[in-house]
């Protein structure tokens, strides 16, 4: 594989705590489609090349094979790595939940996930309590480190708790300087859970041009792209960009030597105007 940066050194990436003892990567690297052997190469380029340990993949993703075999060829132990999968919302239940974990594992070639996260509540499905109850006996079995969710509301995070007496140890939801969740944030660390950031960057989709960010990337010399990942960093959720990219990899990896004024956060922070795309967990499913 090419390696366009045997000059430069793998950030070191940071680690947070988790409600169960484990320690979570505090950046790691998005994997929405990202496929075929150009997606193998690309995650094995942010692993090895690109200091990534936290990998995130889904079953609808259709790519858990090409993590699989990116994990295969990497130089970097798999005891190194943060796997991350999700199930859909098809596969709500508790057996199935099982079913569908085993599989991901079959195609992920692991015998184990570090994090595996119920994708969707899908909340006229009804069936979030019972896959969590199976991600809880999926944790007792050891075939995934750490439990957790995504796209859950506060009403429901309560919920899981008061039904089985476990916590998620993250909830991945869309976050960004349009959609900052604040209130999110706050209850999270209430109550003992990891924030993760989804399309952290916006898709790329305007936000760098914005001022705060753009004076901020001039004022620290860095990019754009790094200011906005700094300030998920800041306010303290995990940001997954997705790049496949090996130069964008290396960048937005690099966000842990220089720091945020309380003064840009709260700047970048004001830019908040709402979620990207209709995508709001009490109305939005996906199976
Ligand atoms: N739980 C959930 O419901 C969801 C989870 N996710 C997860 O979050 C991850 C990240 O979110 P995603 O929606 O992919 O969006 P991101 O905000 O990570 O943006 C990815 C896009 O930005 C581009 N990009 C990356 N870095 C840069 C840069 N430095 N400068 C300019 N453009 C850049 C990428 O292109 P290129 O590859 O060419 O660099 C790609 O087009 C997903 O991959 C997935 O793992 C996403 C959505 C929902
Ligand atoms: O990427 C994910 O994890 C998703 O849930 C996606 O379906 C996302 O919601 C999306 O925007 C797909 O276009």
Redesign the pocket.
Known sequence: MANSFDDTTPAIMPTLDLNDGRAIPQLGL????MKGEEGVDAIVNAVDNAGYRLL???VN?ENEREVGEAIANTVTPREDLFVTS?IPGRHHGFDEAIASTEESLARLGLDYLDLH?I??PNPSVGKYVDTWRGLIELRERGLVKSIGV??FTEDMLTELFDETGVTPAVN???L?PYFPQADLIAFHRSIGVQTES???????QGL?DETPIAEAAAAHDV????VVLRWHIEVGSIP??????PE??R??AAVFDFALTPAEVAAISGLERGRMKD?DPLTHE?M
């Open positions: 998005g994997i929405y489609a995130d993949t889904a993703y999700k996260l994708h969707w995504s796209n991945q939801v869309e960004h989804w399309s952290p960057l916006y898709r790329d760098f990019t754009p792209a790094q997954i960009p997705k790049s496949a990219n964008r990899q960048l937005n995508r996906e």
